[in-house]
């Protein structure tokens, strides 16, 4: 986090590849295939975007307090407290 953070100041336009597989957005391989096909879809990020990330994180995690949490949204079956972890670590 500490080289996005500088290298989004300095040089916001360096890209770099994601690491993203376009096989991990979807269980449907035809989908994947759709995506990997499509001219438009890349796995490339750059340093800018990859700061702008960072500071949109902190400022859910800062505002979130602020919301109550709505009946349906409690009986979410995914383990969020280990996504909210990863994304704090990541």
């Not at 690491?19 to 879809?41: E, N, Q």
């Amino acid at each position: 986090m500490f080289l996005t953070k500088v290298l989004g100041r300095i040089v916001p336009e360096f890209t770099l590849d994601s690491g993203i597989k376009f096989d991990m957005l979807s269980r449907d391989p035809t989908v994947a295939a759709a995506v990997d096909a499509d001219p438009l879809c890349h796995t490339l990020v750059t340093a800018g975007w990859g700061l702008a990330m960072l500071r949109t994180v902190a400022l859910v995690f800062e505002k979130a307090p602020q919301y109550a949490l709505t009946e349906s949204m409690r009986q979410i079956p995914y383990r969020i407290d280990i996504l909210i972890y990863l994304i704090k670590v990541v």
